[in-house]
């Protein structure tokens, strides 16, 4: 559904199956590279524990872009001052 979004979009899409390989600590890794990838200043910025990670690895399989998308529903909602991501 997503790469068809971002196909129509006009973005690139390339889909790497990581099922068989993704665990919590890796989802983790991934997650919090990605965070601190967006951030906008040099300010601190929230965390995804590996319990969150596992939480949803196991509400939404290894699906990242929906997990990104649900987390980025969740960061709507946060107050500044957060530091863990609690999904």
Same mark, same amino acid.
């Given at each position: 559904m997503y790469n068809t979004l971002l196909v129509k979009a006009g973005r690139q899409v390339r889909t790497v =199956? &990581?099922?068989d390989r993704m /665990?919590?600590?890796?989802?983790?890794? @991934?997650? /919090? =590279? !990605? @965070?601190e990838w967006a951030r906008r200043d040099d300010g601190g910025v929230p965390a995804v524990s590996v319990d969150t990670a596992a939480g949803l690895?196991?509400?939404?399989?290894?699906? @990242? !872009?929906?997990? *990104?998308?649900e987390l980025h529903?969740?960061? *709507?909602?946060?107050? =500044?001052?957060?530091?863990? &991501?609690? &999904?």
């Open positions: =199956a &990581v099922a /665990n919590p600590e890796r989802l983790t890794r @991934i997650l /919090n =590279a !990605r @965070i690895f196991e509400r939404f399989g290894p699906g @990242i !872009r929906t997990i *990104q998308y529903k969740t960061f *709507q909602k946060m107050s =500044a001052s957060t530091s863990d &991501v609690e &999904v």
